[in-house]
Every structure is written in structure tokens, then in C-alpha cells.
């Protein structure tokens, strides 16, 4: 990958987007992610691979139109992020909303700019394709995701406090964030 070289979106909606390669990619990504300490779904490092791949396959399984989509993002046609968006569109009195969820980018190309795209081009998807009117995300505190998402737009909206237990005497805020009007 260039340092120069501009992410390309794409996004998932079913299962059979989803080829073997690009299986694999995920894992990948998600596994390196994890590993360096990232707040994208498994928090202990090392990670274990199988888990990883029944967590992709699960996620992947679960792909829709209405409910979930996967938003990729590539530089120079390898993947280098990407997150999902849920919704519960079955229950009437929630369905104007959505849920961000593992976002992730590769720790090699953090500072250019491909996290903030993909959750600017989520934020497209949601409102444009998904119809939805608000996206909530949960963050883990004390490593600057509160000021990255505020950048975008979000606002906090409430915290867990000490919800999540990284090790002894590690206990870190869940912090919820709010988007809206999309």
C-alpha cells in the first residue's frame, strides 16, 4: 500500500458478497487489530483465531439489506477497516435506528484518514440506503475514541462507568454515542 493512495468503500449486504478471500481479509484485520489493542470486539490479547473466525462467520452469516451491512475499506485492494451496521428492523418502536459496530483499521494505516471515512460513508449507508434516522456506537473509554467520533459529529449521550474490566485494576468507562439527524 502507498501512503498516497486513496481507501476505496464498499459495502456488504448479504452472505454471498462475502467470498473466501475476503473472509479471510476480515480475520486477518480483525485479529491484527485486537492484537495491538484495539476495542473492536475481542480485548484480550493474543486473540484466538478460531474464535475470530466464528465471530467473521457469524457477523457475515447475519448480513441483510434491512438489518446488517458490512462497510469495507481497501487501499490498493487490500483491506485496511471496516465496520458494521445493525438494526433491529422488526421492532417497530426501534427500527429508526442503528448500531456502529467493530470498527476497526489496520494500526499501520491509523492518521490517514480511513476510520474517519468509513464511518462517514456508514453514516450514507444508514441514512441513504437504511433509512434510518439515528446511529448509536458503544466506545470504549480512555484511549480517545470519545474525541475521534466527537470530530465526526457524535455526542456523548452517557457512560457505564467501570464497565469494562481489561485486567486487575483496570477498569475502563463504556461510553454511548449518539448521531443524529443523520
Not at 5 to 20: K, N, Y
Not at 58 to 68: E, I, N, V, W
Not at 111 to 121: D, H, K, M, N, P
Not at 150 to 172: H, K, N
Request: contains cysteine; proline residues 5%.
Amino acid at each position: 500500500m502507498t501512503g498516497d493512495t486513496a481507501p476505496v468503500f464498499r459495502q456488504f449486504v448479504s452472505p454471498g458478497e462475502i467470498t473466501e478471500e475476503f473472509r479471510l481479509a476480515l480475520v486477518d484485520c480483525w485479529t491484527e487489530v485486537s492484537d495491538a489493542g484495539g476495542a473492536a470486539g475481542f480485548p484480550f490479547a493474543p486473540v484466538d483465531g478460531a474464535a475470530v473466525i466464528a465471530a467473521v462467520d457469524r457477523l457475515t452469516a447475519g448480513l441483510g439489506p434491512a438489518s446488517s451491512r458490512l462497510v469495507a475499506a481497501t487501499v490498493d485492494g487490500a483491506l485496511v477497516g471496516w465496520l458494521v451496521i445493525r438494526r433491529d428492523a422488526a421492532d417497530p418502536l426501534i427500527a429508526h435506528w442503528g448500531t456502529l459496530r467493530h470498527v476497526q483499521t489496520r494500526p499501520g494505516v491509523r492518521g490517514r484518514g480511513i476510520g474517519a471515512g468509513l464511518v462517514r460513508r456508514a453514516r450514507e449507508v444508514a441514512r441513504d440506503e437504511m433509512g434510518l434516522e439515528q446511529l448509536h456506537l458503544a466506545a470504549r473509554g480512555g484511549v480517545g475514541l470519545e474525541e475521534f467520533y466527537g470530530r465526526l459529529g457524535w455526542q456523548e449521550i452517557g457512560r457505564w462507568p467501570g464497565a469494562l474490566r481489561l485486567g486487575a485494576g483496570d477498569d475502563r468507562d463504556e461510553v454511548l454515542m449518539l448521531l443524529s439527524p443523520l
